[in-house]
Nanobody, 123 residues
């Protein structure tokens, strides 16, 4: 069992930055970030495949503004130029499936989830 603990969320104004952290209790092959707004489905943001240091981003709206990184068992999400549309609960997820194809945006491939950290961006 892997425990994931997120931190770093908060309230910022549009254009601001935040850095989210996710501390894992042990090493895993793949770690990722998802976000969810009440009433909507959980949305994949980015993922990091540790064996090859591959980084994946969900779509153009975050690529270039968000950067995923990992240092040992801690995953980071550096978020710049935040907009109100980035407001959500951000969740860290992980799995121990070998192969970069298992490090995707499909939530069902992730076996372990954190409790989430809230990000609120005001206009």
């Amino acid at each position: 069992q892997v425990q994931l603990v997120e931190s770093g969320g908060g309230s910022v104004q549009a254009g601001g930055s935040l850095r989210l952290s996710c501390a894992a209790s042990t090493s895993t092959y793949c770690m990722g970030w998802f976000r969810q707004v009440p009433g909507k489905e959980r949305e994949w943001v980015a993922a990091h495949y540790h064996p090859m240091a591959n980084k994946y981003y969900a779509h153009d709206s975050v690529r270039g503004r968000f950067t995923i990184s990992r240092e040992k068992n801690t995953l980071y999400l550096h978020m710049n130029s935040l907009t109100p549309e980035d407001t959500a609960m951000y969740y860290c997820a992980a799995n121990n499936r070998w192969g970069s194809s298992a490090c995707s945006g499909v939530s069902s491939v992730y076996e372990f989830w954190g409790q989430g950290t809230q990000v609120t961006v005001s206009a």
